[in-house]
Every structure is written in structure tokens, then in C-alpha cells.
């Protein structure tokens, strides 16, 4: 057990070329002093500046930025058996009055960097900066070593390739850059459905579930192997759905794509006209059916993904810092768990996600509205509703075995006694569903009046054609905007984004 961290969940890492000798022997006494101390893994991108001194590399999918939508302050999702370390370092960065270093988008790691000392190489760039921070001032001139000093950690942590910050940095454009994003703009109340890529290689399914959700949702999401269960890809579910006329929302999971993989495959969409992107950090392996692929897949989460592909689009320039000439049309996305930690913590994720470039936000499926705007308020509080189109998740319940899944299975998802003691009781199969849409109107109704929300989110995944009469009888309204004009060009810097005024009361 290490002193100020949970315990290293994997080994520590090795370099990816061998040092001298000395070196060597200098890295091992490091790694040897460091996992006592925060159960280092030698990652060799320190922050634990900004993580309250706890390592964010503890955690199994070695979230940099916040915790996963599954994190409960009892354990982790992945290792029951550890607490969540970003629980830790939330509960020590309150203590400590540093909750607002946690709004700082961390960098994913420099591979080139781990399993090297770090020790050293702190020296070397604070003689090579030649700025300080200076001993002698820490006695004498305490603002200035401070300011040296916070300059000086800066550059250790935020490489030129990243330089990550705390401020919220809107899109770079005007028009909007897909239908979703134009019926949003229209403040009308949206609603876009999900859709279950296919276990085969059929193209039927998604084309008739597309043509019959088209008249009564914005657009349509398609989920990317959730669960870390294969089916087929999210980027060929949404192209077959484009073709069938209707606009998809393409989630795109951190878990198994390093960071070349994530920015080709959302050029590539963008390619195709797949303009909306949902960036998640994604369901660890351990969820997912046997034999599981080896732990450990995370190369990014999902605010370095909204990091990296806004910059790529708004400044048009590759991680790399590569040039693109024709720059990629992506309204961007995310998800938001209101159920997971305490609201407070999970305003402070939501913000990041923001400040890094996520335009709309759909949310874990909602079961307890008290709850739910208790997260929202949170949001409020933070002034993030105007900065954000929020899409509340809605599940119509099939089943009574559905609803304890959910309640017990499902990361992030909280339903209420009541509602599963109505489900219990419903009766047979038929009573059972029309229970679950009586549940689903009532919270559709308490939903859309709701200040703050722009639309809903409808998961009814197995279940698609239960949307169209969920829509009739709820009276939600249909897409207004049906075509999009084409931008004149590829985005144009904007100096400030039209909005609507969505603050709660
Ligand atoms: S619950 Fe999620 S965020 Fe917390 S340590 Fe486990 S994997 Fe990481």
C-alpha cells in the first residue's frame, strides 16, 4: 500500500530503450521511493500537482482528468477491490481547499517518457528554463517564487504539443455544422434515439429503424462495442445510417484506440459526412464478455479526445502538429453521469468536458428526477447551461428483470424503489411494457419543462419502435429543421457563438 495513493493496479512501466547504467540505477531508487510514497507508475508525466498528490495512474483505466461514470465511493468499477482513486483525490483536493486545480486538462502521457527517471530531468529543465523558481526568493520574495514556481510546473506537465488550461474555449465557427446542431440552436426541444449496431454484417435492421425514427428524432446514436462487447462498428452503423436519410450521432470510446486511431477514425467520419461525435472514455474490459482483451487499453479518456479533436478542427492541426488542409465538420459530444458521484464532483468533470470543447451533452438515463436536478443545479451553479445543449437520457423500461438490471447492473444508473416496486408488480409481459411507458411518459413530461435541458435522449435499445409513440403521446415536437445549408466554407473563427438563455430558475 502506497502512502498517499491507492496501490499501482498494474506494474510500474519500462522504458522503451534501455538507459545507462547509472541512469537505470537512478530510475529503479526513484520508482523504489515514488510507489512507497504515491504508488507511482512511472509514467513519467508527473501531475500530481494537479491531483491533490494522489496518482491518477492508479486508476485502472488511468483517467488523467475525472473519474469514470461507474465510480462509487466504496470502490472501483474494474477492481472492486481498490477504492476509485479519483474519489481520493476529489475528497483530498476539498480537504486541501484544490478542487480548482482539478479543472486543468492534463495531457495524455509522452510514451517516449515513461519508465525514465524524472528526478533528473526536473534539473535539467529548470537550469535550461533559466527562470526560476529561485531558492532565495521562496525567503524573501514569496509572489515571485510562487509565480515562478506555478510557471515552472507548468511547463514540466503541460507539453507544447498539449498545453492544456482551465478556461472554456468556444467553437470556432457559426453556421452550425449538422442538423442536430441547427434544431438545437432553434431552442425547439430535441429528441434523438438510440439505435443497436447489429451483431452481423446486415445492413436491413439499421435501415428500417433509421427510416422509421427519421420523422420523429434529430438524430440517431449508435454505440461504439458498449459493454466492451464487439457488435458492429459505431462508424459503419452511422454511415449506413446517413444513407438511409437519417443524421447519426457517432460515439466514438476512448477504451482500445490510442490516439492515432481516434483522430483518423473521426477524420474518417467527417469524410463521410458523419458530422456529430460522441467522445466517451469508454466500458473497461472486465465488462465485457470472455475471453477479455488485456487491461490496460486506455491511451486517452474522453476530455483529451474533445481536447484533441476540437483543436483539430478549430485550429486544424493534427496532435502531431501536422497541418490539415481541409479541416473536419464535428459538432462534438459527450455523456454525463448525474447519478455518479456527488454532484459537486461531477459539475467539475462536466465543466472540463465543456471547457475542452464538448457542444451537447446526453446523459445517463434518468430514473430519479430529484436527483437529476440536483446535478443541473450543480451545472448552474457553475454557470454551464448556457455553454451547453443538455439532452436528458430517458430508458422506457421493458421489463421487470430489465428494470433490476439497470438498478443493480449498469454503472451510473439509480432507479428509484418506487418505480421498481411498479415494475414488479405490473403483471404479465404486456402489462409489464405498458407500465414502462406510463413510467417513461410521466418522465417525459417532468423532463420537458425543465429549464436548462434543450431535448431528450431516448435509449430504447431492442426496443426502437416503441420511440414514435413515445413522441405522439408525450407531444414532443418533430425536428424543425429538416435539411441543412451547406457552410460556405470550412470553419470560420467566430467571436461569439449565438446562444439561448437556458439558466435554471
Ligand atoms: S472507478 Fe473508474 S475512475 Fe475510479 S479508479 Fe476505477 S476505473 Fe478509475
Redesign the pocket.
Known amino acids: 500500500m502506497s502512502i498517499f495513493s491507492?496501490r499501482r493496479y498494474q506494474p510500474a512501466f519500462r522504458p522503451m530503450h534501455r538507459d545507462s547504467l547509472p541512469i537505470r540505477a537512478f530510475a529503479s531508487f526513484e520508482a523504489f521511493a515514488k510507489g512507497v510514497f504515491f504508488g507511482c507508475r512511472m509514467c513519467g508525466n508527473c501531475i500530481l500537482q494537479e491531483t491533490a498528490f494522489v496518482c491518477p495512474m492508479?486508476?485502472?483505466?488511468g483517467?488523467r482528468n475525472?473519474?469514470?461514470g461507474?465510480?462509487?465511493p466504496d470502490?472501483?468499477?474494474?477492481?472492486p477491490s481498490?477504492?476509485?482513486?479519483?474519489?481520493v483525490i476529489y475528497d483530498r483536493a476539498e480537504k486541501l481547499g484544490r478542487l480548482d486545480t482539478l479543472l486543468e486538462i492534463n495531457a495524455p502521457i509522452d510514451g517516449s517518457r515513461t519508465g525514465h527517471e524524472q528526478w533528473l530531468d526536473m534539473i535539467r529543465v529548470w537550469r535550461k528554463r533559466g527562470e526560476g523558481p529561485h531558492p532565495a526568493d521562496f525567503l524573501f520574495k514569496r509572489d515571485k517564487f510562487k509565480r515562478e514556481w506555478d510557471a515552472y510546473f507548468y511547463a514540466l506537465r503541460q507539453p507544447d504539443w498539449w498545453q492544456g488550461d482551465s478556461v472554456y474555449h468556444p467553437p470556432a465557427y457559426t453556421e452550425p455544422i449538422s442538423l442536430l446542431e441547427a434544431n438545437l440552436r432553434t431552442g425547439a426541444f430535441v429528441t434523438t434515439a438510440e439505435i443497436a449496431p447489429p451483431l452481423d454484417a446486415s445492413r436491413e435492421g439499421i435501415y428500417k429503424k433509421a427510416s422509421m425514427l427519421k420523422p420523429y428524432v434529430s438524430a440517431a446514436n449508435f454505440t461504439d462495442n458498449a459493454s466492451a462487447t464487439v457488435r458492429m462498428s459505431s462508424i459503419a452503423s452511422s454511415k449506413i445510417c446517413l444513407d438511409a436519410g437519417l443524421e447519426p450521432v457517432m460515439q466514438i470510446q476512448a477504451r482500445d484506440r490510442s490516439r492515432i486511431v481516434v483522430e483518423s477514425d473521426a477524420v474518417g467520419a467527417a469524410g463521410m459526412d458523419i458530422r456529430n461525435i460522441l467522445c466517451l472514455s469508454g466500458d473497461?474490459h472486465r465488462f465485457g464478455l470472455s475471453p477479455i482483451a488485456k487491461p490496460d487499453q486506455f491511451d486517452l479518456d474522453a476530455i483529451q479526445m474533445l481536447w484533441m479533436l476540437r483543436r483539430i478542427r478549430d485550429e486544424g492541426k493534427y496532435l502531431d502538429g501536422r497541418k490539415l488542409k481541409t479541416r473536419p465538420q464535428w459538432f462534438l459530444g459527450t455523456a454525463a453521469s448525474p447519478f455518479g458521484a456527488p454532484p459537486m464532483f461531477e459539475a467539475i468533470r462536466a465543466e472540463k468536458k465543456i471547457n475542452a470543447g464538448a457542444q451537447f451533452i446526453q446523459t445517463q438515463p434518468i430514473f430519479d428526477y430529484d436527483r437529476f436536478t440536483d446535478w443541473l443545479e450543480a451545472l448552474d451553479k457553475r454557470n454551464l447551461l448556457d455553454r451547453v445543449y443538455i439532452l436528458a437520457g430517458l430508458v422506457p423500461l421493458k421489463s421487470a428483470r430489465a428494470a433490476h438490471f439497470m438498478d443493480e447492473e449498469v454503472p451510473g444508473v439509480v432507479l428509484t424503489p418506487e418505480i421498481i416496486k411498479r415494475m414488479d408488480n405490473a403483471g404479465d409481459k404486456e402489462a409489464m411494457q405498458q407500465e414502462g411507458v406510463a413510467i417513461a411518459l410521466e418522465l417525459i413530461e417532468r423532463i420537458k419543462n425543465t429549464p436548462g435541458l434543450s431535448g431528450m435522449h431516448i435509449m430504447a435499445v431492442h426496443w426502437e419502435s416503441i420511440v414514435p409513440r413515445l413522441v405522439e403521446e408525450a407531444g414532443l415536437p418533430r425536428p424543425v429543421i429538416q435539411e441543412l445549408a451547406e457552410p460556405a466554407s470550412a470553419p470560420v473563427m467566430a467571436e461569439e457563438r449565438p446562444r439561448r438563455a437556458t439558466h435554471m430558475a
Open positions: 491507492p492508479t486508476c485502472p483505466k483517467l475525472g473519474l469514470c461507474g465510480a462509487t470502490h472501483c468499477e474494474v477492481d481498490r477504492p476509485c482513486t479519483w474519489y473497461h
